[in-house]
């Protein structure tokens, strides 16, 4: 199993972006969800999605403007960011929870930059 994701790119402050995730092979996911990491600094947690129930969670600084979602036909999820803030700016990756024990799988990331 593989997470591929895409949709990074240079926006400006208040704009949005839309990164994907899309799963190759079959993935069994209790949860799937997003993480970044900004320069000089550990990754954090962005935002979670159940697959099954569609639940979802997120971090307090992106709650209102990131929304997550998934397809299950085409094994792919999805983060929609707006209001985008420069401190946004980060590398986001993609992350699966096979078993709700813990990310045991990740992608590639994918750089999102917010300039001012």
């Known amino acids: 199993v593989q997470l591929q994701a895409s949709g990074g790119g240079l926006v400006q402050a208040g704009g949005s972006l839309r990164l994907s995730c899309a799963a190759s092979?079959?993935?069994?996911?209790?949860?799937m969800g997003w993480f970044r990491q900004a320069p000089g600094k550990q990754r954090e947690f962005v935002a979670a999605?159940?697959?099954?129930?569609?639940?979802?969670h997120y971090a307090d600084s992106v709650k209102g403007r990131f929304t997550i979602s998934r397809d299950n036909a085409k094994n792919t999820v999805y983060l929609q960011m707006d209001s985008l803030k420069p401190e946004d700016t980060a590398v986001y990756y993609c992350?699966?929870?096979?078993?709700?024990?813990?990310?045991?799988?990740w992608g590639q990331g994918t750089l999102v930059t917010v300039s001012s």
């Open positions: 092979g079959s993935i069994l996911s209790r949860k």
């Open positions: 992350a699966a929870d096979p078993q709700d024990v813990g990310w045991e799988i």
């Open positions: 999605i159940r697959w099954s129930a569609g639940s979802t």
